[in-house]
């Protein structure tokens, strides 16, 4: 079964944000998930030729523990996820299997306030948005 597209960009920033951040307690403990994030983020500075795909990835790069440069650097690989199949066929095949089984999206709204959460293995983001009418 091929994962949908949000979760499947939300394990690949997970699998970055790790990369970038070695030291944390995480999910890569092991050389292999290590080389995986390297490759991905070799590979993705390949394939992000457009301004705004390869700002958003210098940016998260810049700074791995901000929510908003993440999140920003998840839309815009669901944006290409959503445009090019092989994209998502070559992304599939970087991604760990393990990293994709734990991962959930949850987004939730009511009037203006919206609340996504976000999970793999045992990290949690939680992002909640409250426009102004």
Do not use: C
Not at 26 to 53: H, Y
């Amino acid at each position: 079964m091929t994962p949908d597209i949000a979760p499947l960009a939300q394990a690949a920033v997970e699998l970055l944000k790790q990369y970038w951040a070695p030291a944390a307690v995480g999910m890569l403990a092991t050389g292999t998930l290590r080389e995986a994030g390297r490759s991905l983020f070799v590979w993705l500075k390949e394939k992000f030729t457009k301004p705004a795909a390869a700002g958003a990835l210098q940016e998260a790069e810049a700074s791995p523990d901000n929510a908003t440069k993440l999140e920003a650097l998840a839309l815009q690989i669901r944006s290409v996820l959503e445009d090019d199949p092989a994209f998502r066929e070559e992304l599939l095949a970087r991604v760990p299997p393990a990293l994709l089984q734990n991962m959930s999206v949850n987004q939730e709204g009511s009037g203006n306030i919206s609340v996504q959460t976000s999970g793999a293995g045992h990290h949690i983001t939680i992002q909640t948005d409250r426009r102004n009418d």
